[in-house]
């Protein structure tokens, strides 16, 4: 069949004819844009899908296919991240976020072959995988692209960790108000949001533990959010560097405690025991604030719509440095016009904490996880009816409005669900209620306090266990609590995403009626009397249902 062809463009290299999909486009359109200091280049091998359909065709890798995976373990002497790229993945109208497997390599076996084995299992992890995934398509190829993961070696009692000093994702707009910020309606460098973290990035994307996001770190300054400490990390363990059975997280540790932290690392965020990130952004030490803010008006002077970065930050010769290592387009929700009417109509939901914009018409259906029949113990069986539910409406050409207790898309049970995007995709609104559902089974909960459609502050304590827990809960409330992938993709999915706090917003008792045959149940389907229209508008910060 013949060796691939190369191709350098500037310091990446593609390899072999065809596309090379979304992620690898847009990386290729970045390095276009020349941003310069304090952005440095990243070096990306990008096997493009001709290496693809020539491992589909073959049911294995060739003598060429496997000659050119042998040179690409080489030709890195450092740890290396390989990602897939398809088609849909430079589509700001997809979800595509999150949807398809990657793997962190340690890339440093003392055998060669032990680190080609290794690579070699991650191709054929992602081509097998291609065709799964809620982003993915069976008949769509795959590129993959192969990189450089800078950072900082640690020893500890767990392993010999790797990671950068600090991961992130920044978006040109901010499109998460309900975390704190209002919502934007240009696209520019000024207005934006990152969420920023120390360690690997899967702590900024999967949002499973202590992770500070840092608001309004792009725009002008605003009032700090409230101190927060992250208390975890994520890293790359250069041990596991022999064998790869598949599990995308099995080469990383975490979440792991600071103490395995390297100290002159941690010294950076100016203690030995916490990370806050205020001697990094207020302070801006290394440039780290500054220069990020740089970085976006730079990209935002080139770019034609809102866009996403994820990047890393490290500390190299006593001068900060960013890679960015991923850049994609956002939906561009400016371009959208919401009037929501006065016309007398019964609003079942209405609220100023909203994500999303948009008009959502003929709404049949409600899915609701009901807080007076919910019980610990049954949690996996709510999530797998909702799966269930979540499907059969999606057959059915169904849209709904899910309503929530508690976080959804965390993985914390103290805060809410942990769904993830496809176990809810065919949600038109995610409506989450109440701040938690983690109550002790002593605790009485009342119908008696349901009034006026909205949740009183009595009942809001009792699933709450008291003031300290409020406390705990509205912080987390303000931060956020899911990862960016999750939110990044309700927008591109056109799902509207909404909070009601219980003692200020309105929520109709409507909802936690269960259908006959139901009275029992934790989770249930009910149709309204009508179809309802969902009206959201993220600049003037209201969502209402009726």
Known sequence: MGTFRARRIGIDTIHGEGGVGGKADGLLALAAMEIGPPLAPLRNEILSYEVHERYRACGAFDEETASLVEGLAMAFDCPIAVRPSQPSEDDPERPTSGGSVSYMLPNNHPDPRCRVRQLRRALKHIYECSATGFCRDPRAPTAVIVSPIHGILSRSNVGTLHYPLSSGVADSICTHPISGVEATVGFGFDQGFARVAFGHGYSTVRMDFDVVPVLGILGHPRPAPPPVQQRYLYALNLERNAELAGQEMETMCGPLSLQHADPVALGHFGSARSVDFKTLVEEDRFGYASGLRTIMEKIASHARAPFQIEFTFNVIGGEGVFHVVQYKTLRNLRSERVEIPED???????????????????????????????????????????????????????????????????????????????????????????????????????????????????????????????????????????????????????????????????????????????????????????????????????????
């Open 344 to 546: 007398g109509r019964r609003a079942l939901l209405d609220t100023n904490r909203v994500q999303g914009h948009g008009v959502i018409q003929a709404v049949s259906w409600a899915v609701v996880i009901n807080p007076f029949t919910f019980e610990e113990a049954r949690r996996g069986d709510i999530r797998s009816a909702l799966c269930d539910l979540n499907q059969r409406l999606k057959a059915d050409g169904e849209r709904y409005v899910l309503i929530c207790p508690g976080k959804v898309g965390t993985t914390d049970p103290r805060l809410g669900f942990h769904l993830a995007f496809d176990d809810l995709d065919g949600a038109a609104l995610i409506v989450e209620y109440g701040y938690d559902v983690h109550g002790a089974p002593t605790v009485e909960i009342s119908r008696d306090e349901l009034t006026g459609g909205t949740f009183g502050s009595h009942f809001l304590y009792q699933i709450l266990g008291g003031a300290e827990a409020d406390r705990r809960i509205r912080q987390w409330k303000a931060l956020g609590s899911q990862g960016t992938h999750f939110l990044t993709n309700l927008i591109a999915n056109r799902t509207i995403f909404a909070h009601v706090d219980p003692t200020t917003n309105l929520l109709d008792g409507w909802f936690f009626i269960p259908p006959d045959g139901h009275e029992t149940s934790p989770i249930y389907a009910k149709r309204f009397e009508e179809p309802v229209t969902i009206y959201a508008d993220i600049f003037a910060r209201r969502c209402q249902v009726k």
